[in-house]
């Protein structure tokens, strides 16, 4: 209670000093007279402040702010006071005017607030949303890639056996000659050992001929060359799976009507909206084009297309929005940029 006083107390002293005392004597004022400025002084300092000043009465002018006022040909005594009652409402009306401006400018930037918060619900809305495609795409490109790979591994694994069989045939067709061989060599070499052991001498010399002709044989029987089989190399097989290329998708931005046409200005690139309604002024749908200038008050904007001609369209009149942000490649986030740039395993797999 007591700060409260205290604070009028203190506006009270504050109307005394600027409205009730005379700026010219320092005293409370006499037989006021109030000027055009709504300075106020006594009838009889302002008289005398005007006999000092001999410029005064050919320019009347405030002592305080020299804000020039008419003064009668009778002089001060004449002066009437400002009519302080219609200055007010005068004024009164100027500033609930400019207040009735600025709760208009509130309620437009509460629209444009709740707008925003709107959008920024939207905003996460999409984000989570697209998180969890990616999450679920990329889960079934690693089952399909697994399945691939596990496939392929399998080929690869089949036909390493089949050329191995191959093989085989060639290496026991060679076994078989040389047992056979070794056979007659062995079969030979006892029948002679037989001959010299149990033979005399005039049959030896009898056998001899015989005996030496199938030793003869059997040494200059030719060994075939083995055959080469060649070494069993992971490298020597592709393990690069049937899938070329896998792509999980694209991350593509678009702005909602309001914020993009918030924001659009010259050189933006643009596409055909979801309102759209002018046929193909743009060239077709996908065709792009690039804005001339700033959307004016009307919510209108001007763009020139690739394909040729060049139009206005509606960026908010109406509560249409004619055009999109254009979806260029060079503002994609895809695989065809990451393959390019690729670790080693990406390459392994074919992506």
Not at 96 to 123: D, F, H, K, M, P
Not at 217 to 227: D, F, G, Y
Request: with cysteine; aromatic share 6%.
């Amino acid at each position: 209670m007591a700060t409260s006083n205290e604070d009028r107390a203190a506006v009270l002293d504050k109307i005394d000093e600027d409205f009730l005392t005379c700026s010219i004597c320092q005293e409370r004022i006499t037989n006021p007279k109030i000027l055009d400025c709504l300075h106020s002084f006594c009838a009889r300092c302002l008289k005398d402040y005007a006999a000092k000043n001999p410029i005064f009465k050919a320019n009347p002018s405030c002592p305080v702010c020299r804000m020039s006022f008419r003064l009668p040909e009778s002089g001060v005594d004449g002066h009437k006071n400002i009519d302080i009652d219609n200055a007010a409402k005068t004024t009164k009306d100027a500033i609930l005017s400019q207040i009735s401006v600025a709760e208009e400018r509130i309620s437009q930037c509460q629209y444009s607030l709740n707008r925003a918060e709107q959008t920024g619900q939207e905003l996460e809305s999409c984000r989570v949303k697209a998180k969890k495609d990616i999450d679920e795409r990329a889960k079934n490109l690693i089952h399909l890639l697994t399945e691939q790979i596990e496939l392929h591994a399998e080929n690869l694994k089949r036909e390493v056996d089949e050329r191995a069989a191959v093989k085989r045939i060639v290496i026991d067709k060679y076994k078989k000659e040389m047992e056979e061989q070794i056979d007659r060599a062995s079969s030979t070499c006892d029948y002679s050992g037989k001959v010299l052991s149990y033979g005399n001498n005039t049959e030896v010399l009898l056998m001899e001929k015989q005996v030496c002709g199938k030793l003869n044989s059997v040494t200059k029987e030719s060994i075939s060359k083995l055959p080469t089989t060649g070494k069993m190399k992971l490298e020597n097989y592709n393990m690069v799976p049937v899938i070329k290329y896998a792509d999980i998708g694209r991350v593509v931005w678009t702005m909602s009507g309001p914020l993009l046409a918030a924001e659009m200005t010259e050189g933006d690139r643009v596409e055909r909206g979801s309102d759209w309604i002018w046929q193909n002024q743009d060239g077709g749908a996908g065709c792009k084009g690039t804005v001339l200038s700033k959307p004016n008050k009307g919510h209108w904007v001007k763009v020139k297309w690739d394909k040729g001609g060049e139009n206005i369209y509606r960026m908010g009149a109406s509560g249409h929005y004619d055009l999109e942000r254009a979806d260029d490649r060079d503002k994609r986030l895809n695989l065809d940029q990451v393959s390019k740039t690729s670790s080693s395993w990406l390459n392994w797999i074919g992506l």
